[in-house]
């Protein structure tokens, strides 16, 4: 495999010299801003400005000089230097703001992250997006919790921050310390870095601290996609955001989004011991551009997303999901220029000649690490003390000052015990004149620190894991005032290792070699110094922050433009559009996969006959002088023979993915593979059995050009992971040595050449057929996309083979989950989409989420099971209970939620529904209550099944799984499975089978509209549902009917649009609206009446803008119901609401029409009576009034709207 580096990404993804132009600006996300806050003790109420919501230019105004002492800005030094007090006084200072109560200080650490971000703002308008950190109180240094802070604090603190330096704070609660010193120091640094968890933090404890990590990286999200404007850039950071990416994507599609991880990755062995291992790639995958700092930590990424999510690589990324997300290698550097600086205050020679007079005579050894047992502090103070023992000529001669600068969370262990190891080196082998190791475990300031730096001989870093370690930089930097140039002695476990070879590298846990390096360094000669140290010189001030940041970019927007395209959502079909070119084309090609395609996917391979009706589809296809049809497949010669060719005439064949062809109207097949090299396939085949051995169900199918590896019949959830393990033993065996690739498809892998594929036979029949002006090609699975993209990119290519540019391309996609109705692309069915995946080793089933909660999986047949549940006190874990239909009852389930140890419920659904046993609402009248015809003293019984549980209000999740199609009863057999293994263990034995929850819902949102304010046309409200009315949608009542509305509006919309007339030029507005959260209680409508004739409002401070509804001056910010005051109710002259009109649930097939008024109404009624299907609800002499519907809440702000309610039902509800 071709090293991720950044030069060779380029190779394939060429970038000019120049930055790249951004249309948009850089948003910067960083876990913390690079500042620390200090609020004064007695608050000034003095009303600030507040920021404005956009910058008022395009840079933000450059930061303060930085060389202006001031004693009450210095810190104090510490005692390395042993100076007088006044020489203690630090005169590099750092950047402060002061407004009203707010002092805003630059942060000390990660200076090389916050450099290159800064440098972008030279070519680009940015903006930093961080948390701010923990506030303190000036003077006291007292904690500061952001909800103590009043809201004219935190405004007043995002105007300084904004106006500096464009900083927009983050603002956490108590969720940051389970988040940071949580999830972040306790579970992902010791796995990053390879060491042992501790102890304390079990597995509930670390599920806590996952929920903490999961929130805030959603609030980080959501402030991104509040800031977000189209074409900008999104540039994430660190380990402490991993999940960002994919929340950002989510809401934003089309956003370029990067994300740059600074600490080391782990092997995928290591990785794949965390729990939320899926998440946390799927959340770095949410991005364009995975960024890490050496190759090695990209390819431990690359292989953790082969192995745990199955994922093709590429030799500049993943795929997943059908999208290239690109992974390379961008070494950070730190800031030549502020390090030179820094080093050149006037506080650090003092001190320079104070740490050389302290050791007068004598070599200094270098080391300041933070007290973190990955920095190897420990094996350093070993090494040193075999140094000393095996080169004793240099006792009394050299000194090691170690700086351990404190950090977050309890390390005093480790610190006693390089104490005790100082102390023991000191006592063995100093003297009363002579000390060899200076320990210091405190921070000191930032001219000491130079000030060690320069004056080293030697600089020592034992990391035994370090992400990028720019001390190694900065030290470089420091000496090159020197004639003779100190050493740097790297442990090759750094980040840096990698790309300071003139460093000595050394393996930290070799003493003997460490103290061996020390030894070669000092007795090196002059010339070899000053090589080395100007190779390393030459590398630092090349491979800059600034260059990091910049070559970061630059990839992004490449890539970013390049992913538009792949990145887009593939539209539904149009069928009418699709039949009118069709009857419209002289000349038609049509390119059918088969497997998953022309046939349904099934267990076994050779049970995927074709049906007589598909043959006869084919042969009338074939059978049109105008049509040429091809079937593309994966099979062989002679299956494609056996089912398609002997059955059907003038049709094309293409077998084993396009090596052999079979024209129309020939009888032989053709070899396109022929010459090529397949002495790859004794290898593949080796490989292949080695798994078929090891996984019961999987076979081997022999190919002439191909062999695949099917693991259909095998176990689920091994097969999968077999199917991980054996790609990833392809990708480094096979496909590295040979010009071969694996095609990973629907349960099964395929390896075979790379120069063929469906895609070039494509190309070669279009070749072919020049006048062709209509193409249809239709697939399931990714060796289908090769086709695509060789189609999409003939038709939009100009010197392509595809002559006629008016020529029509239809790419078809199906999918096992995905219908081609309207209805599934709205719901979820739990059946094609379960909230119950396959066992895995932790013994968990199940999806993690944003909220939920993990049940271990008890079943309940009878009441007597029921009973012996929720009154047995020896089961303490949570659990599942799974249920028969007859016992989801309400009083069942309020028993249930009073033992506290019920996670969740599931149905198991074993037979067809009846009447008698749907859930249905507990009201004969829903509605009623609050509805239209609350005081009525008889309201009229629209649902006569009322069994009492729909309506109850359960803080539980209630699932339902039936057994209808593959993925369903997969997930049926697992369940049943897995509640025999807990019963068989009597709940008592680890790990037992558990199912964790998906607790989500959909919430109605404001939407915009396009009705101008001052437009005095009446308004007619188009308007459906979209929320079913059953606790099951798809198994009881309601699971047809809303759809169908929304189907009726959008078929409204679209006759509509046909009409000949300007729409500008018509008299009435036509408003169209789909209601969330309707049945039985009407939120959608309600909340949308009340923010329409809600009075306007702002509030706040005032600031002279103008108000884009108003005209005129207003209080920022304007926050009430902005996206509504264009709709007038006044205007409103009439509601047609389509609620049922799937026709299934009367013997009348035809449309009923509801109206509340009959008197008002009738000119309504008289007009929509004229058309075919449709009539009055009471025309049988019965006066009825409306159903519940959403019109209802219109009329209850005003009796004179006209309102009709078109539903298949007379009387009652349909079933």
Known sequence: MIPLTAENVAHYLPLSGQSPHIKGRIIHVTHQIPYNILRAQHTDHQLPLSPPRSPSSKYPPPMPALDEPSSSDAVAAAPISKLARHHRRGTTLRMRFHAADWTVVERRGHQALYAGLQSLRKDYETIHIGWTGPIKEQGTCKLITPNKLALEDKVKLQALLWETAHVIPVFLDEKSHGHYEGY????????????????????????SYWDDYVAVNRQFAKTVIDRYQPNDIIFINDYHLLLVPEMIREALPDAAIGIFIHVTFPSSEVFRCLQTRNEILQGILGANLAGFQTYSYARHFISSCTRVLGCETTQIGV??????????TFPIGVDCARVSQFSKQPGVRPKMNAIRDMHSGKKIIAGRDKLDSTKGILQKLHAFEGFLRDYPEWRNKIVLIQVATPTHGDHSKLEAKISETVSHINGKY??????????YHQDIDRDEYYALLSVADLLLITCSRDGMNTTSYEYVLCQHHKNEPGQLILSEFTGTAGSMSAAILVNPWDYAEVAKSINDALTMSLDEKVTRHEQLYRHVTSRTADFWAHSFIKQLVTISQQHDLQSRATPTLNSPKLLTDYKAAKKRIMFFDYDGTLTPIVSVPSAATPSPEMLKALQGLCNDPKNIV?????????????????????????????CYVKPVGSSKWQSVVDGLDMSWKSDVIEIFDYYTERTQGSFVEHKKSSVTWHYRQADAEYGAFQAKECQNHLENAIVSKYPVEILV??????????????????????????????????????????MFRALSSAHQSPSSVWPERDSHLYSITWAEDIATTLYPHIYTNLNNWPCVKLLNATGTIGCHSLKKKSGVLYQANTTQDLDNFIHNNSLTNDAAVILT??????????????????????????????????????STCPNCQFGLYANDSDPYQWNSQALNLIEQSFDIPIFAIKPIDDISNNVYNQINQAVAYNAEKQYRQYPLKAVDFDLFMWAAVNAKTCLRRDDNKPIIVVSSKLDSRALFHDLTIGASKDISGLVAVLAVAEALSRAPVVLDTLPKHILYTLFTAEDWAFAGSQRFVKDITSPFECTNATRAIPCPYLNATCTFPCVRNADFKRIRFDKIESVFEFQSV??????????????????????????????????????????????????????????????????????????
């Open 1142 to 1215: 799937s026709g299934i649930n009367s013997d009348y097939m035809g449309y009923y029409i509801h109206v509340d008024d009959q008197e008002l109404n009738q000119p309504l009624v008289a007009s929509l009576e004229k058309y075919p299907g449709l009539k009055s609800a009471s025309s049988d002499g019965i006066q009825r009034k409306l159903p519940p519907s959403s019109a209802m809440s219109f009329l209850q702000q005003s009796r004179k709207i006209k309102a009709a309610v078109i539903t298949d039902y007379q009387s009652k509800l349909g079933k």
């Open 184 to 207: 972040c120091k306790q579970v992902l640094w010791p796995v990053f870095h390879y060491l042992e968890r501790s102890s304390s933090c079990s597995s509930r404890v670390e599920k």
């Open 745 to 786: 498809g629907k349960k099964n892998l395929e390896v075979r050449p790379m120069s063929i594929n469906k895609g070039e036979i494509v190309k070669r029949i279009l070749s072919k057929n020049p006048d062709t002006n209509l193409v249809i090609c239709a697939g399931d699975d990714k060796t289908d996309e090769d």
């Open 630 to 658: 091809w079937v593309i497949s994966g099979r062989d010669q002679a299956t494609l023979d056996e089912w398609l060719g002997n059955n059907i005439k003038n049709i094309g064949l293409s077998a084993e993915h396009g």
């Open 430 to 439: 100093g003297s009363l004149e002579y000390t060899p190791i200076h320990y």
């Open 885 to 922: 239909l007859d016992l989801l009852t309400t009083s069942n389930l309020e028993q249930l939620i009073q033992t506290k140890k019920v996670a969740g419920i599931i149905v198991l659904v074993k037979n067809e529904l009846n009447n008698t046993n749907i859930p249905s609402p507990d």
């Open 319 to 328: 795929s997943h999901h059908g999208t290239l997300i690109s992974v390379g």
